[in-house]
């Protein structure tokens, strides 16, 4: 009776086989250039992820073979500008890859997913019309004075550390404000983080979810890190359910101002006329889950590493204090946006060190598709990053160089490359906001602090981007003390 379990596994494995070596030598893919191994394995792609460096490892592989590599079996990296404005331009059938709703462990429908997650283009766009709506310029003027009061409580603290201490650790205080701001735009309150001094969970959680996703997503491992404690780390379903605890505040904070209260970014979302029906519970608690992450991580990452970028460049720092001091002792978000040198500043640190450094990665329509001078078959995951795509030398002359002044004359090459929060294909929904808190953080920080310097411990090694989708400095904290 052993011999057709034994047939059995043997068909299986020949079609395994077979399947394996047809993506590999698809007559498409098989053109696209990159390394052998790559055409079999994901096993490259999967060690730099879990190192924390996916995003340098593309890099260095178009470095190597040019605009369109192939990274695993079946997904390939594109940085040719014109091919990543199809990919990315709406209507044109790119479908978000399975890589995003893979996110979300417990996802049973669109409504138990943040924007981010969501793969099908209506109810994205749906959402993404509400962002619009609420994350407008003019609507994120309400916040206004929050923004400038938590940038002045923070710049003072880190003054305060360098003072008392010797050294400040700019990351922790910036991600306590960026969190409490987080707080007020969705929870209608801050968490407390800057009042209190002291982390709170979810400040931890918010790191531990990021490792825990990369491993059920990329190993599916998902069964594991739900039930069970990676070490180290922790259980996947008790973060998830701290998580979603937070995200229904969000639900009661929203209902709340119907009645009075603090507006929130989702009661913003809804006219207050009743012209339309308030947002599902689960859709409010899941988006504030996701802007927690998305508007934490990333707002932090942009302000340090465009701190560390100013204080390593003496004369860029000189010209922009100087550009500083002529502004109002409480300058306004108007007033800033008139400063060219610091817009210029702040562009560039985005440029170089851009906060979500890896890729987006997309379904090629069933029809396949030609790229960046390559066929691509139908279902192939194809793939962008913002590293990459802002370092082109074709738009940015010297790419590895931080140089604002390249800004005052900005081509349309230029401005298609400056993909950091979606460039002319497909903005992102929270920019207004990130753009708000760091103009505030880096105008404040550089009136505040004008004698300081990189700490010893803030050395090139601790300020390897690591990068979990977004980036963060491998040493954890990046101190800076009195020159």
Not at 398 to 415: L, S, V, Y
């Amino acid at each position: 009776m052993a011999w057709p379990y034994s047939a059995l596994i043997g068909v299986i494995v020949v079609v395994v086989f077979y399947r394996w070596l047809n993506i590999a030598f698809h007559p498409d893919l098989r053109h696209v250039p990159g390394p052998f191994l790559n055409r079999f394995s994901r096993l490259p792609l999967k060690y730099a992820i879990c190192t924390g460096h996916r995003a340098d490892y593309i890099h260095s592989l178009h470095q190597k073979y040019g605009h369109v590599v192939r990274i695993a079996p079946n997904e390939v990296d594109v940085s040719d500008i014109k091919a990543v404005k199809i990919i990315h331009r709406s209507g044109t059938g790119y479908l978000k890859a399975d890589w995003y709703p893979n996110t979300h462990p417990t996802k049973t429908s669109d409504d138990d997913m943040c924007l981010f997650q969501v793969q099908n283009p209506k109810t994205a766009a749906e959402r993404r019309k509400l962002y619009h709506r609420s994350g407008s310029r003019l609507a994120l003027k309400a916040w206004e004075p929050q923004v400038r009061e938590y940038t002045e409580v923070a710049v003072a603290k880190i003054k305060r550390d360098i003072h008392n201490l010797g050294q400040a650790d700019i990351w922790k205080w910036f991600t306590y404000m960026a969190t409490d701001l987080i707080g007020v735009v969705a929870f209608g309150e801050s968490f407390g983080l800057l009042r209190t001094e002291v982390d709170i969970t979810l400040t931890h959680d918010l790191e531990k979810i990021m490792m825990l996703t990369g491993l059920g997503v990329e190993f599916n491992l998902w069964f594991f890190v739900r039930y069970f404690s990676v070490p180290g780390i922790g259980n996947l379903k008790k973060i998830l359910a701290r998580m979603l605890e937070e995200g229904y505040r969000a639900v009661a904070a929203t209902k709340n101002s119907a009645k009075g209260g603090s507006h929130t970014l989702f009661s913003k979302m809804v006219p207050e006329d009743g012209s339309e029906a308030p947002l599902v519970d689960s859709v409010v608690a899941n988006e504030a889950i996701g802007d927690i992450v998305a508007g934490s991580d990333t707002t932090v990452a942009g302000i340090v590493y465009i701190i560390y970028a100013v204080l390593r460049h003496p004369k860029v720092k000189k010209r922009l204090e100087e550009e500083l001091a002529t502004c109002s002792a409480s300058p306004s978000w108007d007033e800033l946006e008139g400063k060219a040198y610091l817009n210029w500043v702040v562009d560039e640190g985005l440029r170089l060190y851009p906060p979500a450094p890896s890729s987006l990665p997309r379904k090629v329509p069933d029809k396949g598709a030609m790229l960046g001078g390559f066929q691509l078959p139908g279902r192939c995951v194809v793939s962008t990053q913002a590293l990459t795509i802002q370092r082109d030398p074709i738009a940015f002359p010297n790419p590895e160089e931080f140089i604002p002044e390249r800004w005052e004359n900005a081509t349309a090459e230029m401005k298609d490359h400056f993909v950091v929060f979606g460039g002319s294909m497909r903005s992102c929904v929270g920019q207004h906001l990130a753009r708000l808190e760091l103009l505030f953080a880096v105008q404040t920080f550089f009136r505040e602090c004008p004698d300081v310097v990189m700490a010893q411990s803030a050395d090139e090694k601790c300020m390897e981007r690591l990068d979990f989708f977004t980036a963060k400095p491998r040493g954890g904290k990046v101190e800076l003390t009195k020159k």
